[in-house]
């Protein structure tokens, strides 16, 4: 089972661009909308995926980019008003898609009636964002452990690591398994790691994805 994801990210900034080389990294499809063409021209110099020039509320610019069969879109422009526009204009296009907007504290929490998942500038670092667009399989303890990444991940059916014991699985140096499915204990060398369950990891950033591979295929 592959758990390759076909993601748009609106807004090709900072923020927006960092997440998606994150992703990209991480095996999944990325397109990136933005509306600025001298940055159109900076994304298009140094990344191999798709870039789109245009307006992301525009439904022939989100159809252009795939949104029909994209499981996530992340709005992550500076205009919190735009970010729930395109998310919106998404999720009527494609309803079931995951939506991630980027939104200014002011506006609070209550854009989560509308959107999965709100971003807050201050802290919307690339790999938050990364972690949010991606959902509930994989969470990062972000910005509390320096560059150690702790997560929370769910072991995917057919997955290398999927059923087999910590004994058996290969992980890198710089891999620490915390727990074991249920939380309960610390994991040993004949914990298992059960498809569907999900085990606190923490990981070098280095080995991050040779790890997510082993996990989550």
Same mark, same amino acid.
């Given at each position: 089972?592959?758990?390759?994801?076909?993601?748009?990210? $609106?807004?090709?900034?900072?923020?927006?661009?960092?997440? $998606?080389?994150?992703?990209?990294?991480? *095996? %999944?499809?990325?397109?990136?909308?933005? =509306?600025?063409?001298?940055?159109?021209? &900076?994304?298009?110099?140094?990344?191999?995926?798709?870039?789109?020039?245009?307006?992301? !509320?525009?439904?022939?610019?989100?159809?252009?980019?795939?949104?029909?069969?994209?499981?996530?879109?992340?709005?992550?422009? *500076?205009?919190? *008003?735009?970010?729930?526009?395109?998310?919106?204009?998404?999720?009527?296009?494609?309803?079931?898609? =995951? !939506?991630? $907007?980027?939104?200014?504290?002011?506006?609070?929490?209550?854009?989560?009636?509308?959107?999965?998942?709100?971003?807050? #500038?201050?802290?919307?670092?690339?790999?938050?964002?990364?972690?949010?667009?991606?959902?509930?399989?994989?969470?990062?303890?972000?910005?509390? !452990? *320096?560059?150690?990444?702790?997560?929370?991940?769910?072991?995917? &059916?057919?997955?290398?690591?999927?059923?087999?014991?910590?004994?058996?699985? =290969?992980? #890198?140096?710089?891999?620490?398994?915390?727990?074991?499915?249920?939380? %309960?204990?610390?994991?040993?060398?004949?914990?298992?790691?059960?498809?569907?369950? =999900?085990?606190?990891?923490?990981?070098?950033?280095?080995?991050?994805?040779?790890?997510?591979?082993?996990?989550?295929?």
């Amino acid at each position: 089972m592959t758990s390759t994801l076909d993601i748009i990210i $609106a807004g090709g900034g900072r923020v927006g661009f960092q997440t $998606a080389e994150i992703l990209a990294d991480r *095996g %999944h499809d990325v397109t990136i909308i933005e =509306r600025d063409e001298r940055i159109v021209s &900076e994304i298009a110099d140094e990344w191999i995926a798709t870039v789109i020039q245009g307006d992301a !509320t525009n439904p022939d610019i989100i159809e252009q980019a795939g949104v029909e069969r994209a499981d996530a879109i992340a709005a992550l422009t *500076g205009e919190s *008003g735009l970010n729930l526009a395109i998310c919106l204009a998404a999720s009527e296009l494609t309803p079931g898609i =995951r !939506t991630v $907007a980027r939104i200014d504290r002011a506006s609070g929490e209550t854009y989560t009636r509308f959107v999965d998942a709100v971003l807050f #500038p201050e802290r919307a670092g690339a790999r938050v964002a990364a972690n949010e667009i991606l959902g509930s399989d994989v969470q990062t303890l972000a910005d509390v !452990t *320096g560059s150690l990444d702790i997560m929370l991940v769910r072991v995917a &059916e057919g997955a290398p690591a999927a059923g087999k014991t910590l004994s058996q699985v =290969r992980f #890198p140096d710089g891999t620490l398994i915390v727990s074991d499915s249920e939380g %309960h204990r610390i994991a040993g060398p004949d914990t298992t790691l059960s498809a569907g369950d =999900r085990y606190v990891v923490a990981v070098e950033p280095e080995v991050a994805d040779e790890v997510m591979n082993l996990m989550r295929g």
